[in-house]
């Protein structure tokens, strides 16, 4: 268990320093000290320095926060901070290295969907884990709450990449209505699959 949780622990440092050093990065690209492309970094990324910033905003909070209430020690909490490390570098390979650009996975689907679909099935294990273990709720009713709420950030971060567009020039929505349902659709689609594989087992422990 204790392995498990340094392990978890370490994940999350690890995309604590790359974030920080990416940041860093657009500074020197900022200032023409630094070309991007010659690391393999498309250009656009600096119409993401804002999404980065508060990365790593987030985590030296958690950073702080965990440090402080030695939160680091506890296997749930630590899983929870490196599920959302998982999104966050998922998020940032598409951004800074184009795979968001990429036509396809083993030509069956776009990078983006692969994140729409993983990012809302972390997000409801996370929220599962600490509605369970943390705040000791029924396991079915976190079932329900975690795929909610899950579902609601889904919707919330389409609406997210809407305004990004219209307000910062980013390029997040390719697809114009097209990209907002199909990422819906599979987000609701990778909330299903927790749902049923986690009802299965719940299903399966109470049979025993």
């Known amino acids: 268990m204790r392995n498990r949780a340094q392990i978890y622990w370490f994940g999350f440092i690890f995309s604590c320093i790359v974030h920080f050093g990416l940041l860093l990065l657009c500074l020197l ?3 023409g000290i630094v070309n991007p492309e010659s690391l393999g970094i498309t250009n656009y990324l600096l119409d993401y320095t804002g999404r980065l910033t508060t990365i790593v905003v987030i985590n030296s909070l958690l950073l702080t926060l965990y440090f402080k209430k ?3 020690k506890d ?8 599920l959302l490390n998982v ?3 998922l998020d940032t390979l598409g951004n800074f290295w184009g795979w968001y650009d990429i036509n396809g996975i083993f030509a069956v689907l776009w990078f983006d969907d692969f994140v729409h679909f993983v990012a809302p099935l972390l997000i409801s294990i ?11 709720y029924s396991k079915g009713i976190s079932l329900v709450l975690a795929s909610s709420i899950s579902f609601g950030i889904t919707a ?10 219209r307000l910062f020039s980013t390029q997040m929505l390719k697809g114009g209505i097209d990209d907002t349902m199909i990422d819906l659709s599979v987000g609701l689609l990778g909330i299903f699959v927790f749902y049923f594989v986690f009802g299965l087992l719940l299903k399966k422990r109470e049979d025993n």
């Open 70 to 72: 030695k939160y680091y």
């Open 156 to 165: 919330l971060w389409e609406i997210y990449e809407y305004w990004s567009d």
């Open 126 to 136: 996370g929220i599962y884990r600490y509605l369970v273990n943390i705040k000791q």
């Open 87 to 89: 999104i966050f570098f």
């Open 29 to 31: 690209f900022s200032l």
């Open 75 to 82: 296997l749930n909490r630590v899983l929870i901070v490196f």
